[in-house]
Structure formats: C-alpha cells, structure tokens
C-alpha cells in the first residue's frame, strides 16, 4: 500500500467545482458501509447532494451481495444522497441509468487524474486492462418527511498494490497505483468525481439517455463482445451484446446452440452477473 494524502474537507474542497453536488461533506475514519451511514442520515431528511466519506469500511458491499474490500488509507469509499423528483413517466428511466451514468463519471474522473483508460463492464463495473478497479450500487429509499431518495455508493481502488489484496482477489481486481505506479490524492480524485457526476446527472434529467448512452456505449468493454451471462435464477446464457435498451438493460443475442433459444431472439437482461468471454 502505498502512503496517500489523508482525506479533509478542505482539501476536498479547495479543487471542488460543482455547483450543487458535495457542499455538505461527513467525513469518518471508518464506517461499517458508507451506503449505510447514507440511507440512515437520507431517512432523517438530510439534504440533496450530501455525500458521506469514509477513510476505511468494514462491511463494504457491492452488487449482487458481494463484500467490497476496504482497507484504511488506500482508497475512495463514498456514497452520495439524491432528492431529485421524476415524473413518473421518466422514473423507470432515472433508476434504470443511475448506474450506468454513474460508472460513466467514475470512469471519466480516473481517467483524468490518473491519465488510465477505464472501461465500463455492463452495467457499472470500472475495469482497467479487464480487471476491477471501481464499483457501483445504487439502492433506494423514502424519508420520513422529504419523500423518496436515491443512493449512489462509489468504491474505487486508488494506492492499493498487488500484495494488498486478498488471495482470491488478485487475479482479478486492480488500482490505479497497481496499473500506473503513481500515487493519487483522493481528494482530488472525489472532487473530480463529483464534477463528472453532476454533469451525468444534470445531463439525464434535463436531456435523457440519448448522449449519455452514446457515451456509455464507447466506454463499453461489454457491447460488441461475446460474453456469459449469471441470471439471479442462476440460469446461465452465452451470447453476443449488442447494445444497451432504452431502459438500461443490455440487448443480449443468446447462441442458438443453447436449448430453448432461437438465433433471432434479443433477450433484455436488467440483472445479471457478466463474465466476458475472450475468444
């Protein structure tokens, strides 16, 4: 692990540029999961934008269940509170693409800090030379006054090395000092992040998916591939992804090798755990 500039407000924000998102920061030393400290303070009706901070986890979580390591020192651990109202026309919309544009932001904020080519695994999983380096997990919520909210929680591994990780995770995850021996200031790393997430979410609720899914769509590692894919019945479909739905939802062609499945049908996957296939 290599030594990295502590987390402070003030360091936060001195390079923060956002012109709504980030002005309430709370900062912790450690916190069970940030997505957790979030939902209790959303359900007290803090305020919109607060994004909770915190220097290590002991209970991180990612998608599907699965822990997200968290070691103090190293990394960027954070979740943001939103209190944006939808019609309920465009809801399904908002919620479909809240991951997806914010993988999008994650991506484009290391990229600008750290110079690295991120790509996003559908639906937000932020690979750097196909290994992990970043996750999403948006979840949901009602306040007790304020009404419904939505949490984006963020982890991105920033200084951790090779040696660091858990035996079972080093074939497979990675960090930006890992992948370009420079050490990053994750200040300045969450102040960029927050500024391309603003731009993201300012983008869906005043234009919709149209340039978001353009973009979404370059970074992709996953469309155009063939790839494997887990559904939450544990069934397991092989096919080719060709794009991404209007509701978020990637466009799977199946192999027709596979029984009960024609070579024209497009199968609309809105969960799934995504395995690449290289050929």
């Known amino acids: 692990m290599q030594p990295s500039p502590p987390l402070t ?37 803090v305020e919109h934008g607060t994004v909770i901070v915190a220097d290590s986890q002991t209970s991180g979580r990612g998608r599907l269940s699965r822990t997200w390591f968290s070691p103090p020192g190293a990394n960027l651990y954070c979740s943001i509170i939103l209190r944006m109202a939808r019609p309920p026309d465009r809801l399904v919309e908002w919620l479909s693409w809240l991951p997806l544009i914010s993988a999008l932001a994650a991506a484009e904020a290391v990229e600008q800090v750290s110079s690295t080519h991120v790509s996003v695994k559908w639906p937000n999983d932020l690979l750097i030379a196909e290994r992990k380096v970043g996750g999403i997990l948006c979840e949901s919520g009602t306040g007790t006054s304020s009404g419904s909210f939505q949490i984006i929680g963020i982890g991105i591994n920033v200084n951790s090395d090779h040696d660091d990780w858990p035996i079972d995770l080093r074939d497979s995850a990675t960090s930006i000092w890992q992948e370009r021996k420079i050490v990053v200031d994750r200040n300045r790393l969450l102040a960029q992040l927050l500024s391309e997430l603003e731009q993201c979410l300012d983008e869906l609720a005043n234009h919709g998916t149209s340039r978001l899914a353009l973009a979404y769509h370059q970074r992709s590692s996953t469309i155009g591939h063939r790839v494997q894919a887990t559904l939450a019945s544990s069934a397991i479909l092989v096919g080719f992804a060709e794009g991404i739905g209007q509701d978020g939802a990637l466009l799977l062609r199946p192999e027709a090798t596979q029984p009960g499945i024609t070579p024209s049908e497009i199968v609309h996957l809105r969960v799934a755990d995504i395995l690449h296939v290289r050929s």
């Not at 540029?17 to 359900?43: K, M, V, Y």
Request: proline residues 3%.
């Open 9 to 45: 407000r003030d360091t936060i924000h001195s390079t923060l540029s956002t012109s709504w998102l980030g002005h309430r920061i709370e900062l912790f030393d450690s916190l069970p999961s940030t997505n957790r400290e979030a939902a209790q303070l959303a359900q007290a009706d």
